[in-house]
């Protein structure tokens, strides 16, 4: 179960990085913002934090993405949701000091 949780949160985390100004996905990440940012969409920009904007957020619904397509459907999947969602948060901290440094 660690071995399925460390997986996860590094796919959560190559994608919540990979959409950072300057990287792969970088101008993806613009165009949904500007999605986001429309009339009609206005409303539902909590959507995203779990899609792309919140690595903490993101682990719960990539979990559920994810987990079932590498490892099957069973009751696994809540916890290890769970220790995705605590392994990004240690991962958000890593991240915000080697990206942001001592703040």
Known sequence: MLEQIIII???VTAVHISMYDGMIFGAFRQRLDALFDTPAL????WLKKPMYDCIVCMGGVWTLIVY???YGLNW???PVML???GANVIMAAIIKYLYYGND
Not at 42 to 45: E, M, P, S, Y
Request: proline share 6%.
């Open 42 to 45: 206005k409303r539902i920009t």
């Open 76 to 78: 696994h999947i809540i």
């Open 83 to 85: 220790g995705v969602i």
């Open 68 to 70: 079932p397509l590498l």
């Open 9 to 11: 949160a590094l796919i």
